[in-house]
Nanobody
């Protein structure tokens, strides 16, 4: 499975941005797609996840109500719509794919496939 993330950029605080992650290859090997982020000097953290089949979504508390994850099965693409962005959202955002159990979807090590990362910078 190959993942290609895009859509990062510079945005002012309060603004919006949409990230995309296109999957190719043997995507049937994955149940979940997720977004993680890593800010300078910090560990990679879970942002959101979506189940390919049913579309169930899961969010970190820090982004709940501001970010929306969605998918387009026909395009094998997952999106992360980010609104009300804050300076603390500045990070490299990575998309990931895998078959974690539900209680582990927030753990980066359970995902087998990763995109290259896209930088989101929020200016205050």
């Amino acid at each position: 499975v190959q993942l290609q993330a895009s859509g990062g950029g510079l945005v002012q605080a309060g603004g919006s941005l949409r990230l995309s992650c296109a999957a190719s290859g043997r995507t049937f090997r994955t149940d979940f797609m997720a977004w993680f982020r890593q800010a300078p000097g910090k560990e990679r953290e879970f942002v959101a996840a979506i189940r390919w089949s049913a579309g169930n979504t899961y969010y970190a508390d820090s982004v709940k109500g501001r970010f929306t994850i969605s998918r387009d099965n026909a395009k094998n693409t997952v999106y992360l719509q980010m609104s009300s962005l804050e300076a603390e959202d500045t990070a490299i955002y990575y998309c990931a794919a895998g078959r974690p159990i539900l209680t582990a979807i927030h753990i980066s090590s359970v995902y087998h496939y990763w995109g290259q990362g896209t930088l989101v910078t929020v200016s205050s």
